[in-house]
């Protein structure tokens, strides 16, 4: 075959007279263009790794510097007060070199010296301007005189152009909080969920853990936050994730969907193509550090450390503990199909696949019609179910041999691409479709999903995608960014022909995609048919309901002067109360990427305001005003909790490190025991849109994505997910268990959306009242021009 010829690089034959040797031309020529291309690449990652380096100056400046002092050799001004002088005199070999290159190399040599104190010296202002966070805390819509002389200077030491590591080292750290404030506020959280008795007894364990063992843990916190970039980020890493021995596929993985209304083809390799042609490029572009970072109103950076794992990225099982592993400039993809694995190239010649060619591999795939291998159908189970035996079997049956090529070859691939056999997405017409769609991405058949890759992409017959995510090496926000460029990439960019298709001309001369070869022995195949029946059992116990909430969004919310984050919060602990008739422990979380190496921490959303709110909404005597003044006060304590965890003043993650380091010295803490025990009933969390604005959503209002979400945190408990999309939508993704009698997804869904529309009406005289104004003040207006 061509493509077997077009991949032996060279054949030689032995005569009698010597050695003949062949070499393929157009092999030989992809060498050279490979190795022409990786230098270019080492080039360029070089020149952006100074360019941060030196950030906020920049290379030249160097030699403006340079000039500057090499100026001051023919002038009688001396800018170095004689350190020039002190620095020529004290050159070694000063005696084999002229006076007038002595003191060339000296003013270059200070000049250098200069220019490094003043990068740090800006660095540095930079950093102790980012640590100020009283912006936040001011009111939205009002910006104190202060405050904008403060995003003046952010502005001007921030420089021109940053790549998207630029700001790394300017970053703050992560402040320890004081302990008492930490105390103080988890009291006041825990207050409205407990009796008189139970508060009593809790207040007893705080002031005991306060008086006695508290300063010695807070002294060695304070250690590490001096040591460490981040206190929390590596061991919230390790001990909340990778630690974990429970099955990670449910419990902690979670996904993102398409965009809900368009589907750009219906072919499944060609949107397989653009898609995976779309990452690349976001790859390359995240490689050399070329992404511009993120800022907080457009000016205030966010750490983007997360972001360098997104690719070549695997959990590795282990017997106690996991292991992230990271590689670079994988070339490859791994591809699932029908119970086969697929290796295929992403590279020829020195450059990606172009999407046509990708569409090719993709449909050859679609297209095989082998079985496959004893034990190779549900063989990514293993990677669904509990980590200890997955672990044991890795090291026994994947440890050498074929088995061994062909799982390095999944390990180190750049991503998982799954070709799902069965359609999905939203469609009107039928009544829980999203619902089908949420659990297929977020378990499918337990056996279908690489769980351990950083993300597995997942494409439908349908032509819709979603993604799988690992949870350990980042966040929510981390992979939406990613989605949301190569949605955009996919539609508005790369785009297909009439028929549905990649554009660009077929490459029919690729090799072709390579089966990834096992011998999975019976007591392996064991193994994981046992891990398949534990995920099994979890998936089937998931319930899960994602509703469109259209009636109204962030725009009317807003017309309303409230927070849209505190209004759906308040909203979830209505239908909570509604649900479950008892209030409980809430987990919302919030980034902390203001900081260096910032991950999330904890806002506890059931507060005692919002416990006052939910109880006047319930009560049959309480007017709509004093309805009304009990949301503004739960909003506004909302919003500062908030705030208060995004700046680094949060509880749990403070009590977090607390407990490990308790645990470090053997201190036994009944109180932190007791505060690392409590059950998370309603666990939410805000999935964030538009981080990059490449679509305008006013102009093209069909190209929206439906958020993700994730499993239940707690067996008796809600998970939910709500993304705020655009100004008129909000899409609510539930989860629970059916094995709970007390729990039921699309009755809080329910829930959900009456508390949403009983809360709204709160506000209608306000909103009447103020469209009359409005219509008054055009009426006088009117008259005047009149």
Request: positive net charge; hydrophobic residues 40%.
């Amino acid at each position: 075959m061509a493509e077997a010829h077009q991949a032996v690089g060279f054949q030689f034959t032995v005569r009698p007279d010597g050695v003949d040797l062949k070499l393929s031309q157009e092999v030989i020529k992809n060498i050279y263009l490979s190795g022409l291309t990786a230098w270019k690449k080492k080039a360029i990652q070089f020149k952006n790794g100074v360019l941060a380096g030196v950030y906020p100056a920049s290379p030249s400046s160097w030699l403006i510097v340079v000039i500057a002092m090499m100026s001051s050799l023919y002038t009688r001004i001396d800018p170095s007060l004689g350190m020039i002088d002190t620095i020529k005199e004290n050159l070694p070999q000063r005696h084999y070199v002229s006076v007038q290159t002595r003191a060339v190399l000296s003013a270059i040599l200070f000049a250098t010296g200069l220019w490094l104190f003043l990068i740090y010296l800006l660095r540095y202002t930079l950093k102790a301007l980012l640590s100020y966070h009283g912006w936040i805390f001011e009111s939205h819509g009002k910006m104190s005189t202060s405050t904008k002389l403060w995003l003046s200077l952010v502005k001007m030491f921030s420089g021109r152009r940053p790549l998207l590591y630029s700001f790394q080292a300017s970053l703050p750290r992560l402040p320890v909080p004081n302990v008492d404030d930490t105390i103080h506020r988890y009291l006041e959280s825990v207050q409205p969920l407990l009796d008189s008795k139970q508060y009593n007894q809790m207040e007893i364990l705080a002031n005991d853990f306060k008086d006695s063992k508290a300063a010695l843990l807070q002294r060695y916190l304070i250690l590490k936050s001096w040591w460490a970039t981040n206190y929390v980020s590596d061991w919230w890493e390790e001990y909340i994730y990778l630690r974990g021995r429970s099955p990670i596929m449910v419990n902690s993985n979670f996904y993102i969907m398409d965009l809900l209304y368009v589907t750009p083809t219906h072919r499944q390799a060609a949107r397989a193509g653009n898609m995976v042609h779309a990452m690349l490029q976001y790859r390359r572009k995240l490689e050399r550090g070329e992404h511009a970072p993120l800022r907080a109103l457009g000016t205030v950076p966010m750490c983007s450390t997360q972001m360098e794992r997104m690719f070549n990225t695997t959990r590795i099982p282990g017997i106690e503990t996991d292991i992230v592993q990271h590689l670079t400039d994988r070339k490859h993809l791994v591809v699932y199909h029908k119970g086969r694995f697929f290796q295929v190239w992403l590279y020829t010649g020195g450059r990606h696949l172009l999407p046509s060619e990708l569409e090719t591999q993709f449909q050859r795939i679609l297209n095989d019609t082998s079985e496959p291998q004893p034990g190779e159908l549900k063989l990514a189970a293993l990677t669904a179910g509990n980590r200890v035996p997955w672990a044991r079997t890795r090291i026994k049956h994947f440890s050498q041999g074929a088995n061994k090529v062909s799982l390095d070859a999944v390990e180190s691939a750049a991503f998982f691409l799954t070709l799902d056999d069965e359609p999905q997405g939203y469609d009107p017409t039928k009544t829980r479709s999203l619902d089908s769609y949420a659990k297929s991405l977020l378990h499918g058949k337990c056996y279908d999903r690489w769980f351990d890759k950083s993300f597995t992409l997942i494409s439908y017959p349908n032509g819709k995608m979603g993604i799988n995510v690992e949870h350990s090496w980042a966040d929510a926000p981390i992979v939406g960014h990613m989605w949301e460029y190569v949605l955009a990439t996919d539609c508005f960019h790369l785009g297909y022909s009439e028929e549905g298709h990649c554009k660009g001309d077929v490459n029919k001369g690729l090799p072709h995609p390579a089966r990834l070869q096992w011998q999975i022995s019976k007591e392996c195949q064991d193994a994981i048919e046992t891990s398949y029946l534990s995920a099994k059992q979890i998936s089937d116990d998931v319930d899960f309901h994602a509703c469109l909430f259209s009636d109204f969004g962030k725009g009317l919310i807003k017309k309303c002067r409230t927070s849209p984050d505190a209004f759906i919060q308040l909203a979830l602990q209505l239908a909570q109360f509604r649900d479950q008739g008892v209030f409980c422990l809430t987990y919302e979380s919030s980034m902390t990427r203001m900081f260096r190496d910032g991950r999330t921490e904890t806002v506890r959303s059931c507060t005692s305001e919002a416990v006052a709110f939910v109880r006047a909404m319930e009560d049959p005597g309480a007017t709509n005003a004093q309805r009304l003044a009990l949301f503004r006060t739960a909003s506004d304590k909302h919003q500062n909790m908030y705030r208060l965890a995004m700046t680094g003043s949060g509880i749990d993650r403070h009590l977090f490190c607390l407990y490990i380091v308790s645990k470090y010295l053997g201190v036994n803490s009944p109180f932190l025991e007791k505060v690392l025990s409590e059950p998370w009933k309603l666990s939410t969390s805000q999935t964030p849109q538009q981080q990059l604005n490449l679509v305008d959503i006013n102009k093209f209002p069909k190209y929206v994505g439906a958020g993700g979400g994730f499993g239940p945190v707690a067996d008796d408990g809600y998970g939910v997910s709500y993304i705020i999309v655009g100004e008129n939508l909000v899409t609510f993704h539930i989860s629970s268990k059916f094995s709970s009698p007390d729990t039921d997804s699309y009755r809080f869904g329910q829930h959900i959306w009456k508390a949403m529309l009983d809360i709204q009406s709160l506000f209608k005289p306000e909103n009447d009242k103020r469209v009359e104004n409005a219509k008054h003040v055009q009426l006088e207006n009117g008259k005047k021009h009149a």
